[in-house]
């Protein structure tokens, strides 16, 4: 059964850093991989969904690698500004239960001005 | 383009009383459909998919059921609701890659 790891849970840092968000997960028969945002509240947005042929996306400030082999991604969030405060979710794609994600808990990001 | 929509927004309702949560997809034929529930403290837990009118898969075992009347509306009932029921319940549809989630209704059951 796949399980999907987020660490850290919570990361506070002051405006202008770079930051990375980790996400495992234990089955490497994966679809696809997507990460989205959630403000406190509302639904989620996607940001970046990497196939499993594929290495890395880049959305603007955002970059998503993935490491199939080892059930590895990462979110890498360059220039970190308050508006980027917010949840961020790893979720991944299996080829069952109507092709549906299994997400992990999150990590939920504070910028600091 | 695609916009899914779901209602309403915010529910109070006492222990034992029905439910009827609803999700419309626009823009798309044929989605799959999914209703996730996000408990406090706890992931997304997936709990139905359909991928088509009448076909529904349940996930997790509890009061909860799922209808598609439609090929673009899923709907989330129960008979009675639990204190556990409450959540935030999110609607869900996919294409070949991605997945797109509804705002969302926050349920308080009292």
């Known amino acids: 059964k796949q399980e999907v790891t987020q660490i850290p849970a919570a990361l506070s840092v002051p405006e202008g850093e770079n930051l990375v968000l980790n996400c495992s997960f234990t089955d490497s028969a994966i679809y696809n991989l997507q990460w989205f945002r959630q403000d406190p509240g509302k639904g989620l947005t996607s940001l970046l969904l990497i196939q499993s042929s594929q290495r890395e996306q880049t959305s603007g400030r955002l970059n998503a690698s993935l490491d199939k082999s080892s059930g590895r991604s990462t979110l890498y969030i360059a220039a970190s500004q308050p508006g980027d405060s917010a949840t961020y979710l790893c979720?991944?794609?299996?080829w069952g239960q109507g092709f549906s994600f299994i997400f992990g808990k999150g990590t939920r990001l504070l910028v600091k001005p | 383009s695609q916009t899914i929509h779901q209602w309403p927004a915010t529910l109070v309702q006492p222990v034992g009383s029905p439910l009827s949560l609803e999700c419309t997809v626009e823009?798309?034929?044929?989605?799959?459909l999914y209703w996730y529930r996000q408990a406090a403290g706890r992931g997304l837990q997936l709990l139905f998919y359909?991928?088509?009118?009448?076909?529904i898969s349940s996930e997790v075992p509890q009061n909860l059921s799922a209808s598609r009347p439609q090929d673009r509306q899923f709907i989330l009932s129960s008979k009675k609701l639990l204190l556990s029921d409450s959540g935030f319940y999110l609607c869900?549809?996919?294409?070949?890659?991605?997945?797109?989630f509804g705002p969302g209704t926050r349920l308080t059951v009292t």
């Open positions: 869900a549809w996919s294409g070949e890659n991605e997945q797109y």
């Open positions: 979720a991944v794609r299996g």
């Open positions: 823009g798309t034929s044929n989605p799959n």
């Open positions: 359909s991928v088509g009118i009448g076909q």
